[in-house]
């Protein structure tokens, strides 16, 4: 027999399977524009195109896990996932039970330009979809002034809100309420918040940071505007997301330091303390989907004559358990968090190592730190590549004796010495063949003149 999650069949025998979808009202896909009907927005369509608020259904790894939970909930979940990856084909009704190539394309389209600017505010209490939806055709967002030929158009304060993204990137557990994604209460109770810097500053400026104002136009034919924002939605998803655009903001998100002394004889105990810092998110590193997500730092201790002395891997990342405390376990059998080591924003995590030092020379210690959306193993079994991102890395060096140090560092150096009249060189060469062109060209002209 199938096992059947315990703490969502509980929910499901209390409330039904219909209680579930929470709170989405019907609505119509036929209310909704498709993005093709945007064209007058060209630079903001290009920019929400390969985001993964475009591809938040048909998304390999996502589809991977709604089987999963599909499989393990005997299809009771499905509806709560597609409420929030496909809200417009859910409002309609379409899904469950169609398949994404036969769905109206503004479905299909997830979470789409025409659903957002028809969104109006929060329906009860922040997350799980919690979205208040007008589709009366008028089109929100910042501006007071915006005059459109094809629609109507409104000032939304509620546009530049936190909530606004709030409504769902907050995740409860829809069975026992446990919260399953926070990155929204993560940002709430985290000094951005009380800065005033909201998601829509990071994520729908050009970044990474808050690159505000971005001075441009809304519409082709609008007037220039002092701020536009970006339809990025940028995050860490190199592998399926704007790779370009997530490698920065996954290199502008931490620092790596490394502590150790500089001198220790053979033989003896090297102590390393790295330090993470998150610099640049305005939430935990990682956040969201944080035991799927994996950061790791590894720490690596070379010799001069190639031996490894250290190489250790540390990951950062929540740890889900179920009602009988095993761990770790799938979101749908989660009850609690076992472990939760990720690092809030503006904040650190120091770490030690140690390994006996070696040789007779010099040792090269270095942390690096890796960010995936998904293990190999989930990404094989969803049959997509997933990279691995560097998001920062420190390097340190520590001698067997002082005379071992400044031996490195007169050949250290050499080599720049080296390196520096390499480059005079270079120089005297370049100065040298622009004379001669600029003379062949004088005496041309020299010549041509007669
Ligand atoms: C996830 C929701 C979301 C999606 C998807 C989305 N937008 Fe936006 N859009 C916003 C928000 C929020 C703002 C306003 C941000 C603010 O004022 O702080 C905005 C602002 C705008 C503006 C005002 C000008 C500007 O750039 O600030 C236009 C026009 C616009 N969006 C068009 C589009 C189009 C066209 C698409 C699809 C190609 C799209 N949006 C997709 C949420 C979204
Ligand atoms: C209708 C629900 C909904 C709303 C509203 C929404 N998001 Fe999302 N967002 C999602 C879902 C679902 C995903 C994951 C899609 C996937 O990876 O399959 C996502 C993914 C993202 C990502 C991650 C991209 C990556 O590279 O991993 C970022 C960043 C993001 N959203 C930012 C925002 C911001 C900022 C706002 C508010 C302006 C917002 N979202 C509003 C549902 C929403
Ligand atoms: C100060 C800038 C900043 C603010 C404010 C901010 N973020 Fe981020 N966000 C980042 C950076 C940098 C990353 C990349 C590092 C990472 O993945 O955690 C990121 C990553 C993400 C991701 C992808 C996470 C992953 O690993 O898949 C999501 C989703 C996201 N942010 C949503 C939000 C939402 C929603 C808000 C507001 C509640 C918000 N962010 C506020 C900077 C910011
Ligand atoms: C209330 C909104 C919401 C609901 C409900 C929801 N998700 Fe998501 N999902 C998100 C957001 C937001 C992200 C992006 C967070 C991040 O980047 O870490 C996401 C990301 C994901 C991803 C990662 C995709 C990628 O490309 O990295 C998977 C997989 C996923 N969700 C599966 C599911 C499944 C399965 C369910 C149902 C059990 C579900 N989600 C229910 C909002 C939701």
Request: aromatic share 6%.
């Amino acid at each position: 027999m199938r096992r059947v999650a315990p703490a969502f069949l509980v929910f499901v025998l209390t409330f039904g399977i219909a209680g579930v979808v929470l709170g989405l009202p019907e609505i119509p896909s036929s209310s909704f524009q498709s993005s093709d009907g945007c064209g007058c927005h060209a630079a903001l369509l290009e920019q929400w195109r390969p985001s993964m608020h475009a591809k938040a259904l048909s998304d390999p790894l996502y589809r991977y896990k709604l089987g999963e939970a599909n499989e393990a909930t005997d299809g009771a979940l499905g509806p709560f996932c597609e409420g929030c990856h496909g809200p417009v084909a859910v409002m309609a009704g379409e899904l469950p039970g169609t398949e994404i190539a036969d769905l109206p394309d503004v479905s299909a389209e997830a979470i789409t330009c025409d659903f957002c600017h028809q969104v109006t505010g929060t329906d009860g209490p922040l997350g799980n979809t919690s979205v208040l939806v007008d589709a009366d055709g008028t089109k929100r967002a910042q501006f007071d002034d915006a005059v459109s030929p094809v629609h109507e158009t409104e000032f939304s304060a509620f546009h530049q809100s936190a909530e606004f993204c709030g409504n769902c990137h907050n995740v409860d557990h829809p069975g026992n309420g446990m919260h399953l994604e926070m990155t929204y209460t993560e940002w709430k109770e985290g000094p951005y918040a009380e800065q005033g810097i909201v998601c829509q500053d990071c994520h729908m400026t050009p970044g990474p940071g808050v690159t505000k104002p971005n001075a441009g136009k809304a519409a082709g034919t609008g007037p220039d505007r002092e701020h536009i924002y970006t339809m990025t939605f940028a995050g860490g998803n190199v592998g399926l997301g704007d790779a370009d655009l997530a490698q920065e903001r996954l290199e502008a998100a931490a620092t790596v330091e490394l502590a150790m002394p500089e001198i220790v004889a053979s033989g003896q105990t090297v102590d390393v303390t790295t330090t993470i810092t998150n610099v640049g998110a305005g939430h935990y590193i990682p956040t969201g989907l944080t035991e799927v997500r994996q950061m790791w730092l590894e720490v690596v201790a070379t010799a001069d004559n190639g031996d490894e002395l250290l190489r250790e891997r540390r990951d950062f990342g929540t740890v889900l358990k179920d009602a009988e405390g095993k761990y770790p376990v799938d979101l749908w059998d989660a009850a609690g968090i076992q472990s939760d080591d990720r690092i809030p924003p503006q904040e650190s995590t120091t770490n030690e190592y140690s390994f006996a030092m070696a040789g007779d020379g010099g040792v090269t210690v270095s942390a690096t730190l890796y960010y995936r959306s998904a293990s190999e193993e989930m990404a094989e079994k969803a049959g997509v590549e997933i990279p691995t991102t560097t998001m920062a890395s420190a390097e340190a060096l520590v001698f067997v004796s002082e005379e071992e140090q400044a031996a490195a560092r007169v050949a250290s150096d050499d080599d720049d010495d080296a390196e520096a009249v390499g480059l005079e060189v270079w120089v005297i060469a370049l100065i040298f063949v622009v004379l001669v062109v600029a003379g062949v060209q004088f005496v041309r002209r020299a010549r041509k003149r007669r």
